[in-house]
């Protein structure tokens, strides 16, 4: 017998993101239903929670998507953004045990030591609100998170000594 395949199961990002996750399935039916289903932190990856206001404190000009979205990528940040369904904040994921070490003032690390160590995650093939989505896409591969480095150099673009 062969099962029925959800269409989110077709995207890389979604295989990645619940390569880890206990009962895939169940994410991948929220998806279908458009919900943003809750994914453990901390296995196959850790997030960093950037306030808008310091994010788009490193925008010039007017703070348009693309122009937040250059500044993720003018630091190296090229995947794993989700911006939250009220636009306050941005989630960059970074590799897993970043968390542990992540001690800057303005934001919050999450990962597999934190009591609460879930991402609401919108399917990867939300990449524009209303609702929360991904401004970066999803990764596919490991490779692809971010870096602590990364995340550090776009908080200096506001704070220099960051």
């Known amino acids: ?12 990002g979604a295989l990645w993101l619940v390569s880890r996750v206990v009962h895939p399935r169940l994410i991948h039916e929220a998806w279908a ?8 932190i901390g296995q ?4 960093i929670h950037l306030p808008d206001t310091v994010v788009e404190a490193a925008i010039n000009g007017i703070k348009t998507d693309d122009a937040v979205e250059e500044a993720f990528r003018r630091v190296g940040i090229g995947h794993g953004v989700v911006v ?6 941005y989630t960059v994921l970074v590799r897993p045990g970043t968390a542990r ?3 800057v003032s303005g934001t919050t690390s999450v990962g597999a030591r934190d009591h609460i160590r879930y991402l609401r995650a919108p399917h990867p093939e939300r990449r524009e609100g209303p609702g929360a989505f991904w401004l970066l896409p ?3 591969r490991d ?7 990364h995340v550090l150099r776009l908080l200096a673009l506001v704070r220099p000594q960051a």
Do not use: K
């Open 44 to 47: 196959r990856f850790d997030a």
């Open 101 to 103: 070490a992540w001690h």
């Open 138 to 140: 999803a990764p596919d």
């Open 33 to 40: 239903l458009g919900q943003t289903p809750a994914i453990e």
């Open 143 to 149: 490779g692809q998170l971010a870096e602590a480095g």
């Open 84 to 89: 939250s369904r009220r636009r306050d904040l």
């Open 1 to 12: 017998m062969t099962l029925p395949v959800h269409p989110t199961q077709r995207h890389p």
